[in-house]
C-alpha cells in the first residue's frame, strides 16, 4: 500500500525566505508524485507532477520539488516566499497516472511579512 | 486548461433529506472521476471511483446505498447523499481525469446538515 508523510503540519516563513515543505513516501512500484495547493474553501490546484522523467520538476508559481529515490523523498521548495503563498500544500502519490491519489496529511504554510 | 466545476458549491439541508452534488467536466471528456471527502483541517479521503457507464467502486467503510454515484456520461458524474444526517456535514470535492498523469480537481462542496 503506498502513503505519504508530510513533515510538520505548520511551517511559517517570513516573506522573503526559504520555503521547504518536506514529503516522503512510501510506494511498491515506482511513484507518480504530485503536490497541490489548497486555498480556503477551494478545491485543489496542482503546482508541480513527478512522473519518471527528471528528477527535479519545476511548477506553477516559481515552486519546485526533487525526486530522491534513495531517500523516499518529494520535498517542495520555493527560492523567496511571497504572501500570497500562504495556503494549505498537499503531497500525493499514485500507482499510475490515472488511479486514486493517496494524500499526506497537508502542510499549512503561513507567510509572516 | 481542463476546468471541472462542482454545483453546488455550498448547500444546507435537513437531517434525513436527500442532497446532489454535480461534478462536471467543462473542456474535456473524463474517463475517470474520484470523490473524496475532506474534514476540517484534514486531508482528502477518497470514497469512490467512477468510471462513465460502470458502476463506481467505493472505499472500505464507505456506504454505497448512502453515498450513490452516477457517471451517466463522460462530462457529468453526480454525488448523492441519501438520508443525509449532519455527520454527513464535510466538504465534497471530485476530480476528473483524462489521460494518465492528470488529474483535475472541482472547486468543492460544503454540505452542512442541520
Known amino acids: 500500500a503506498q502513503s505519504v508523510t508530510q513533515l510538520g503540519s505548520h511551517v511559517s516563513v517570513s516573506e522573503g525566505a526559504l520555503v521547504l515543505l518536506r514529503c516522503n513516501y512510501s510506494s511498491s512500484v515506482p511513484p507518480y508524485l504530485f503536490w497541490y495547493v489548497q486555498y480556503p474553501n477551494q478545491g485543489l490546484q496542482l503546482l508541480l507532477k513527478?512522473?519518471?522523467?527528471?528528477?527535479l520538476v519545476k511548477g506553477i508559481n516559481g515552486f519546485e520539488a526533487e525526486f530522491k529515490k534513495s531517500e523516499t523523498s518529494f520535498h517542495l521548495t520555493k527560492p523567496s516566499a511571497h504572501m500570497s503563498d500562504a495556503a494549505e500544500y498537499f503531497c500525493?502519490?499514485?500507482?499510475?497516472?490515472?488511479?486514486?491519489?493517496?494524500f499526506g496529511k497537508g502542510t499549512r504554510l503561513s507567510v509572516i511579512a | 486548461g481542463a476546468v471541472v466545476s462542482q454545483h453546488p458549491s455550498w448547500v444546507i439541508c435537513k437531517s434525513g433529506t436527500s442532497v446532489k452534488i454535480e461534478c462536471r467536466s467543462l473542456?474535456?471528456?473524463?474517463?475517470?472521476m474520484f470523490w473524496y471527502r475532506q474534514f476540517p483541517k484534514q486531508s482528502l479521503m477518497l470514497m469512490a471511483t467512477s468510471n462513465e457507464g460502470s458502476k463506481a467502486t467505493y472505499e472500505q467503510g464507505v456506504e454505497k446505498d448512502k453515498f450513490l454515484i452516477n457517471h451517466a456520461s463522460l462530462t457529468l458524474s453526480t454525488l448523492t447523499v441519501t438520508s443525509a444526517h449532519p455527520e454527513d456535514s464535510s466538504f465534497y470535492i471530485c476530480?476528473?481525469?483524462?489521460?494518465?498523469?492528470?488529474?483535475?480537481f472541482g472547486p468543492g462542496t460544503r454540505l452542512t446538515v442541520t
Open positions: 500525493a502519490v499514485s500507482e499510475s497516472g490515472n488511479t486514486p491519489l493517496v
Open positions: 473542456d474535456f471528456q473524463a474517463t475517470t
Open positions: 513527478y512522473t519518471s522523467a527528471a528528477t
Open positions: 476530480s476528473a481525469s483524462e489521460r494518465i498523469y492528470e488529474q483535475y
